[in-house]
T-cell receptor, first 113, second 114 residues
Framework: AQSVTQLDSHVSVSEGTPVLLRCNYSSSYSPSLFWYVQHPNKGLQLLLKYTSAATLVKGINGFEAEFKKSETSFHLTKPSAHMSDAAEYFC???????????FGAGTTVTVRA | DSGVTQTPKHLITATGQRVTLRCSPRSGDLSVYWYQQSLDQGLQFLIQ???????AKGNILERFSAQQFPDLHSELNLSSLELGDSALYFC?????????????FGPGTRLTVL
């Protein structure tokens, strides 16, 4: 079985400050890990993905995530938040022997001016 | 723009009715997925098709069915609708339907059951 836990349901940051969104997963197999972003009334957009290559993954819009197998974590970071980063972020797991994606509950990010 | 299109954008209907949601995948993608997003259940995988064949099933109710046609577009049929079926329904597509594939999501169809 696989599961994804996003440790914060809501994160509020000031513009220009770092953003950290935490994600832990549990899986018995080698996972593929993704972060997707959903802006209000929009579909989901891929930010980045890990598929057993480099453990530090760079994505779009300045986001990056680090896969830590020992901690079963895949936290998402950005050095400097922008107002346009206000959205909902989903950590997602896909197993090598499975076809479906399992989504975390989501983290809502608000950015204060 | 992901290249995945979904119609209609909004759908309002009554309990007991039947509706059909349509999805056109990105050009070249062979696999289509359906997801339901609701406030109480979050994002849930419903079903996946690959090149016309069902490949994986998630938490899809028996009242719901889907198919993928030879031109690779897909339809999700929801019948005997209940209030609890109100949700945002997303379609996604990927090239090969593998676990490591990136899935590209459409803008969704918002279903409201009154």
């Amino acid at each position: 079985a696989q599961s994804v836990t996003q440790l914060d349901s809501h994160v509020s940051v000031s513009e220009g400050t770092p953003v950290l969104l935490r994600c832990n997963y549990s899986s018995s197999y080698s996972p593929s890990l993704f972060w997707y972003v959903q802006h209000p009334n929009k579909g989901l957009q891929l930010l980045l993905k890990y598929t057993s290559a480099a453990t530090l993954v760079k994505g779009i819009n300045g986001f990056e995530a680090e896969f830590k197998k020992s901690e079963t974590s895949f936290h998402l970071t950005k050095p400097s938040a922008h107002m346009s980063d206000a959205a909902e972020y989903f950590c997602v797991v896909s197993l090598s022997n499975d076809y479906k994606l399992s989504f975390g509950a989501g983290t809502t990010v608000t950015v204060r001016a | 723009d992901s290249g995945v299109t979904q119609t209609p954008k909004h759908l309002i209907t009554a309990t007991g009715q039947r509706v059909t949601l349509r999805c056109s995948p990105r050009s070249g993608d062979l696999s289509v997925y359906w997801y339901q997003q609701s406030l109480d259940q979050g994002l849930q995988f419903l079903i996946q098709y690959y090149n016309g064949e069902e490949r994986a099933k998630g938490n899809i109710l028996e009242r719901f069915s889907a198919q993928q046609f030879p031109d690779l577009h897909s339809e999700l049929n929801l019948s005997s609708l209940e209030l609890g079926d109100s949700a945002l329904y997303f379609c996604a597509s990927s090239p090969r339907g593998n676990a490591a594939d990136t899935q590209y999501f459409g803008p969704g169809t918002r279903l409201t059951v009154l």
